[in-house]
Nanobody
Framework: QVQLVESGGGLVQAGGSLRLSCAAS????????MGWYRQAPGKQRELVAV???????SYVESVKGRFTISRDDAKNTVYLQMNSLKPEDTAVYYC????????????WGQGTQVTVSS
């Protein structure tokens, strides 16, 4: 059974930085897509950033130039470096690892709270 364990959330002032980590335990095929999503109170979960096995990345417009997603396949870990944080970045952040070809899988972390004060 694969588990995703997130860390790095917390409280930070506007303009500050945080780095989220998500480590996958258990056997996992590394050819996959890793991503970060977030859900603010009263809002739907949204995709923040994704990175493919080949290193291609994509970001939601609101975080471009401020957030950077990266991965370390040797450690089965995905990171999200968040700079110039804004109060509107406040949300629970979830990591996701999925593979859409066999063997298929779709795993989620438990979520980590990020709170940005103004």
């Amino acid at each position: 059974q694969v588990q995703l364990v997130e860390s790095g959330g917390g409280l930070v002032q506007a303009g500050g930085s945080l780095r989220l980590s998500c480590a996958a335990s258990g056997r996992i095929f590394s050819v996959n897509v890793m991503g970060w999503y977030r859900q603010a109170p009263g809002k739907q979960r949204e995709l923040v950033a994704v990175i493919t096995y080949g290193g291609s990345t994509s970001y939601v417009e609101s975080v471009k130039g401020r957030f950077t997603i990266s991965r370390d396949d040797a450690k089965n870990t995905v990171y999200l470096q968040m700079n110039s944080l804004k109060p509107e970045d406040t949300a629970v952040y979830y990591c996701n690892v999925k593979r859409v070809v066999n063997p298929k899988y779709d795993y989620w972390g438990q979520g980590t709270q990020v709170t940005v004060s103004s």
